[in-house]
């Protein structure tokens, strides 16, 4: 007889719906709910967004089934699951965090009939960012807030947002958090933002050119923190580099004071950040239009270049490194002084 009375499996809409009404329940937290019914109700939410996860991931015997991913997300987002979901994370216990994590971050990848319809729904709900941007403040939320924040910028309008907000100022300060794991996770979404989406990073940084290179030179290629100098030089290089940027890297290799920092970065005692700082100094030795006070200043300081140069090598052979310190030294040997 018993077997007659099985529950049915239940659906991913199901799942969803559920978890809805628990996050609801617990998100209102009732002051008259005894302790040991809300404790319940929390133990069979962990339980809902483990079987999310599941559905989403597969789990050792299964790979994930589309159809069931798509109802799955179907239903999130016709709601405010997700808005529920991250307002709730501080009430959760580590797992369930990392859980919930997990499934916020593939929902942003995942297509319903060829739309990411995640993207559809942050558009209408683009506040929710700036919780998570904000997670960075606090050392127990950051991680998973960040998580969540780096695969939520995978969609353009909601990097854009996140570019033209408030809170980008704030990514200066984040980097230099002094939670190692905290400051490496804000320099990972930092890094994405500037580089993922080319056409609104180089719209962003044409807007904001003056103060967001003060903050740049002054917090980061100038900090006290020989990591925080090592990344910071090595992403100025991949956007100067970059050629939706051109516009940026003219102005940049035009400013006296750029190169005064970029100098004083050839001449650190780690090897990694002179590298990164001779890919970012062959820019302003490479500019056909340089400016009177850059010429004047490499011409003052040509000896000193050309000797640092003349010994100047990588860890492994790299002909295109050679090939671009050679026609570097010729540039600067080859200058004369502006009338």
Same mark, same amino acid.
């Not at 099985?6 to 996050?23: M, N």
């Not at 999130?76 to 709730?88: D, G, Q, S, V």
């Not at 052979?317 to 090939?323: R, S």
């Given at each position: 007889?018993?077997?007659?009375?099985?529950?049915?499996?239940?659906?991913?809409? /199901?799942? !969803?719906?559920?978890?809805?009404?628990?996050?609801?329940?617990?998100?209102?937290?009732?002051? /008259?709910?005894?302790?040991?019914?809300?404790?319940?109700?929390?133990?069979?939410?962990?339980? %809902?967004?483990?079987?999310?996860?599941?559905?989403?991931?597969?789990?050792?015997?299964?790979?994930?089934?589309?159809?069931?991913?798509?109802?799955?997300?179907?239903? &999130?987002?016709?709601?405010?699951?997700?808005?529920?979901?991250?307002?709730?994370?501080?009430?959760?216990?580590?797992?369930?965090?990392?859980?919930?994590?997990?499934?916020?971050? =593939?929902?942003?990848?995942?297509?319903?009939?060829?739309?990411?319809?995640?993207?559809?729904?942050?558009?209408?709900?683009?506040?929710?960012? /700036?919780?998570?941007?904000?997670?960075?403040? =606090?050392?127990?939320? $950051?991680?998973?807030?960040?998580?969540?924040?780096?695969?939520?910028?995978?969609?353009?309008? !909601?990097?854009?947002?996140?570019?033209?907000?408030?809170?980008?100022?704030?990514?200066?300060?984040?980097?230099?958090?002094?939670?190692?794991?905290?400051?490496?996770?804000?320099?990972?979404?930092?890094?994405?933002?500037?580089?993922?989406?080319?056409? #609104? !990073?180089?719209?962003?940084?044409?807007? =904001?050119?003056?103060?967001? &290179? $003060?903050?740049?030179?002054?917090?980061?290629?100038?900090?006290?923190?020989?990591?925080?100098?090592?990344?910071?030089?090595?992403?100025?290089?991949?956007? %100067?580099?970059?050629?939706?940027?051109?516009?940026?890297?003219?102005?940049?290799?035009?400013?006296?004071?750029?190169?005064? +920092?970029?100098? #004083?970065? %050839?001449?650190?005692?780690?090897?990694?950040?002179? +590298?990164?700082? &001779?890919?970012?100094?062959?820019?302003?030795?490479?500019?056909?239009?340089?400016?009177?006070?850059? !010429?004047?200043?490499?011409?003052?300081?040509?000896?000193?270049?050309?000797?640092?140069?003349?010994?100047?090598?990588?860890?492994?052979? /790299?002909?295109?490194?050679?090939?671009?310190?050679?026609?570097?030294?010729?540039?600067?040997? $080859?200058?004369?002084?502006?009338?």
């Amino acid at each position: 007889m018993k077997g007659l009375f099985k529950s049915k499996p239940k659906t991913p809409a /199901d799942l !969803v719906r559920q978890t809805r009404d628990l996050l609801i329940f617990i998100d209102r937290g009732a002051p /008259d709910t005894k302790e040991s019914k809300r404790d319940d109700k929390m133990v069979e939410l962990s339980k %809902l967004i483990r079987d999310l996860k599941q559905v989403l991931y597969g789990h050792s015997e299964s790979e994930p089934v589309a159809d069931s991913c798509a109802q799955l997300t179907q239903e &999130f987002f016709k709601e405010n699951t997700l808005r529920l979901l991250i307002i709730c994370l501080p009430k959760f216990n580590l797992e369930t965090r990392k859980d919930a994590t997990q499934v916020v971050a =593939n929902l942003q990848r995942q297509q319903v009939q060829s739309r990411l319809i995640a993207c559809d729904y942050l558009e209408k709900n683009i506040d929710l960012m /700036d919780i998570l941007i904000l997670g960075y403040e =606090n050392s127990d939320l $950051a991680l998973h807030y960040g998580t969540m924040l780096r695969e939520c910028i995978r969609h353009q309008s !909601v990097a854009r947002y996140v570019l033209e907000s408030e809170h980008m100022k704030k990514f200066f300060d984040f980097i230099q958090l002094p939670n190692f794991d905290i400051a490496s996770d804000a320099a990972a979404t930092f890094k994405e933002l500037m580089t993922r989406h080319k056409s #609104t !990073v180089a719209a962003f940084l044409l807007k =904001n050119y003056d103060w967001f &290179f $003060a903050e740049y030179n002054s917090k980061l290629l100038e900090s006290t923190n020989y990591i925080t100098r090592r990344q910071a030089i090595k992403l100025l290089g991949d956007i %100067l580099l970059d050629r939706s940027n051109s516009a940026v890297m003219t102005r940049y290799v035009s400013s006296r004071d750029n190169l005064r +920092i970029l100098m #004083t970065l %050839l001449r650190e005692s780690s090897k990694s950040i002179q +590298i990164e700082a &001779f890919h970012v100094f062959k820019l302003f030795a490479a500019n056909q239009n340089k400016p009177s006070d850059i !010429v004047g200043i490499l011409l003052t300081n040509r000896n000193k270049l050309l000797r640092l140069f003349a010994d100047f090598k990588t860890e492994k052979e /790299d002909e295109q490194f050679e090939a671009d310190k050679a026609q570097v030294v010729r540039e600067i040997a $080859a200058l004369e002084p502006k009338e």
